[in-house]
């Protein structure tokens, strides 16, 4: 549909243009600085950042109505700079012209609603929204929709020229980063770490077939982290962690996308997500804040962040009531089937501190809560999950465990509705799903198969036939009829078919 197609009223705002004034602004000494070239961390006491709209008051000025009318006539625009994330570009990226925005068809994953029985089982209506569906098979791609538009913004511009964009990974921020740092090349080049044997091979495949260099190095993620900021502090490199403020910007498209699928009526909802390195919770709670400030909800749902005994230091942190005596304390990670959570030391830790007391203080009550899950309902879950027409990942998975395990604790009552985060395709965790059928789990994870929830392929041959095909031999006439007719018996059989 076509722009002077639409009612006049809407005219004005279908396509945006630059506005606003976007700043870093500092969670320690509250200092801003300009964006004129990558930060990521307070060059006057070290803090994170987040970036700021100075002139976001502006948005307010557009009733909530409006807003939803403008968002839902975009949905029928044919320009790629606004068929993705940047819907909202308002909320994202009001400085990026359209023409340096990078669109791979990230966003606007679909909400599937759990069928009866999967509801039953989890105590109440759900929906998972699946991030999978991004196009290097996860939520990562948002940020980076934004961090890499964000890049070509300034290689347009003159502020930087031969950029290599670096990246520690447990697998979907490398293949995330790879991409689409291969559609802006020659101007951007990728390099990722990965900690060695930590990551599955279909995640390893995806930046080695982007063209990245990838280095392996021992240890786990937390430990590839410390090498990526030695790297971005001492040489010429942008880094691509959601330790980048652009990142999180990207990632707060889930929240908006939450909004729009269910007519922005949040009351009654809940969102549960994955903790992992801390930026998607950031910017989940960061895009409801923003949409809840300028009316186009009403109501801030809860949010429900979701960690494994095996990596629990925010769920730690909050297990003491009292906010003036909690005190953060990394932790050694144990073995994790969701593999993008194993993280010790969330390089966005204080933000979630920060945005977590806002949501709570703008709610009015609580509304931001934590729990924790062990290694074997996340599998359990996620099995049953995909068991019921779903294509949940390992953190798909801790997920639904995370809100199964709020429901049984009150935080999430039976007739709310919640929203359940699977961050990535099934497809790329499918090596646990091989060892958790075939009984082959290390000690260390602490995962012991449920036999109603094992699968293996039945090899179906009849031994007593001497004639059976084979590539490049097959067989035919009355050997080929009693191998199909021997073999149906015997399927029929397994199936408990009734005879015909």
Known sequence: ??????????????????????????????????????????????????IQDEHFDRLKEIPGWLWHRIFDYRRMLRIPALKGIYRYHEFIGPVLPLADIVYLGEGHTPVIAANRTLAALAGGAFYFKNDGQNPSASFKDRGMASALSYIHFLVNSGLARDVLAVCASTGDTSAAAALYAAYLQPHVKSAVLL???????????????????VFEIPGVFDDCMKVVEHLAENYPVALLNSK??????????????????????????????????????????????????TGIIDTL???????????????????????????????????????????????????????????????GEQRVFFVE?????????????????????????????GLVRARKMGIVAEDETAVVDSTAHALKFA???????EDRFPEEYGVHPDPRLMNRPAFMCPEDLKEVPAPGSPIDGEALKTFVRRVA????????????
């Open 431 to 437: 090596g646990f799903q091989e060892m958790y059928f």
């Open 301 to 363: 749902p809860k949010i429900i962040g979701v960690q494994s005994e095996h990596a629990n230091p925010v769920y730690r942190y909050y297990l003491e009531p009292d906010p003036d005596k909690r005190k953060f304390v990394p932790v050694s990670v144990k073995p994790s089937v969701a593999q993008a959570a194993m993280i010790g030391n969330p390089v966005s830790m204080p933000r979630v501190i920060h945005l977590a007391r806002k949501y709570n203080e703008v709610s």
């Open 489 to 500: 018996e015997d399927i029929a059989k397994a199936l408990d078919l009734p005879g015909s």
């Open 373 to 401: 899950v062990s290694e074997q309902e996340i599998m359990d879950w996620e099995l049953t999950a995909n068991r019921n027409g779903h294509i949940a990942c390992t953190h798909g998975g801790e997920s639904l465990a």
């Open 195 to 213: 900690p060695h044997k930590k990551v599955t091979p279909q995640q390893l495949s995806q930046p080695l077939g982007s063209g990245a260099r």
């Open 244 to 293: 980048n403020a652009w990142r999180i910007l990207g990632q707060e498209s889930y929240s908006y996308e939450i909004a729009q699928d269910f007519e922005y009526e949040m009351a009654g909802k809940a969102v549960v997500v994955p903790i992992g390195n801390a930026g998607n919770i950031t910017a989940v709670m960061s895009g409801f804040l923003k949409f809840f400030e």
């Open 1 to 50: 549909m076509k722009p002077e197609d639409f009612p006049k009223e809407i005219q004005p705002y279908l396509i945006p243009g630059k506005t606003g004034r976007l700043v870093y602004r500092c969670l320690g000494c509250g200092r801003t600085h300009g964006i004129e070239e990558l930060l990521y961390t307070c060059p006057d006491c070290g803090q994170v950042l987040l």
